[in-house]
């Protein structure tokens, strides 16, 4: 007896209109790159600038009015909830930003969270987890792990149902994998139905996609910018030791994990992390599903581009699906 693996993988055609959007947005990006002054070479002094520089950027977000900031005690502390409701809820979406374990906050992807709760009907909350270098490994899995620990607790009580999924994008991504083998490992939970997961990063020893790097887009995520980061979140584990499990869930056992649908540019460096990941989740027995975009870059979810809205739409689709497929 056979069964099917349980992967699916789509790669999205655009049409000639949308590919030229994304390569004069992809020029823009180039020429402010190139504008961009050098960066402070200690670890602390080079986050804060860049710090600095996302508040000022145009494609994050800023706080919605509809939005509300909650604080919970946690074993490790106060931790914020950034807590977003539509008129109809029939789930909770636990989302974890990104910014490569250094930047961003709870608010980083309020926008695309408001969208996700108006559309999946799921009441959105996003979680302020502590930032490297001045928090680093383990602290942001605690913080979301104990995020989620609430939601299962609490959930009905705050929202009206048990039915939670989880998602992220880029270091988010990796911290909700993370999230989801701490609760079934430490915990014995799986309480999460679905798990959304965008350009994220899932080994710390680097894929080849990831250490070959692309010498004609320096303007996007780099080898080396990689390495920065992963050096903020594991400044005290040896190049030879992040592919441990602990660190780098590619390598853990993934049984038991939820459908799961990933999102990638295939000209991101990263792109070998959801093609590596998407099959060894299938392999493990749970259905993955990917969707491929052409030239954007890592970060497209956060620009105005209509592929960006057709790859938002794909997972808010997925996220509802899951929801309305529980009993």
């Not at 039915?163 to 999460?192: H, K, W």
């Not at 749970?286 to 794909?314: D, I, W």
Request: aromatic share 8%.
């Amino acid at each position: 007896m056979t069964s099917c693996f349980p992967l699916q993988i789509s790669v999205v055609q655009p049409t000639a209109v949308e590919i030229q959007e994304v390569r004069t947005y992809n020029q823009l990006l180039e020429r402010a790159a190139q504008k961009i002054p050098a960066l402070p070479t200690d670890r602390q002094e080079r986050a804060g600038a860049m710090r600095e520089a996302l508040r000022k950027a145009p494609v994050v977000s800023k706080p919605l009015p509809v939005g509300e900031t909650r604080r919970i005690s946690t074993p490790d502390g106060e931790l914020n909830l950034r807590v977003l409701i539509p008129s109809e809820v029939r789930g909770v979406y636990l989302d974890i930003h990104g910014g490569g374990w250094v930047l961003g906050d709870a608010t980083l992807g309020e926008r695309l969270n408001w969208e996700m709760a108006q559309a999946a009907k799921v009441a959105t909350v996003s979680v302020d987890y502590r930032l490297a270098p001045e928090y680093p490994y383990p602290a942001a899995v605690e913080d979301c792990v104990n995020a989620a620990l609430w939601l299962a607790d609490n959930a009905i009580a705050e929202f009206g149902t048990n039915c939670l999924t989880i998602g992220g994008e880029s270091a988010g991504a990796y911290l909700a994998v993370m999230t989801l083998l701490q609760l079934r490992d430490r915990y014995n939970l799986l309480p999460f139905k679905a798990a959304n997961l965008i350009y994220g990063i899932y080994d710390l020893g680097g894929t080849p996609s990831c250490r070959r790097g692309n010498p004609a887009r320096e303007f996007d995520l780099t080898p080396e910018a990689m390495q920065w980061y992963i050096n903020c979140f594991l400044p005290e584990v040896a190049i030879a030791s992040r592919r441990e499990p602990q660190y780098s869930p590619l390598y853990a056992d993934l049984r038991g994990m939820p459908p799961a649908f990933l999102t990638a540019s295939r000209s991101d460096i990263l792109l070998d992390d959801t093609l590596f990941m998407a099959s060894r989740w299938a392999a493990a027995g749970s259905s993955a599903e990917v969707a491929l975009y052409p030239e954007l870059t890592h970060g497209f979810t956060l620009q105005p581009l209509a592929l960006a809205k057709t790859a938002t739409a794909r997972s808010q689709h997925f996220i509802r699906q899951q929801i309305l497929e529980q009993p």
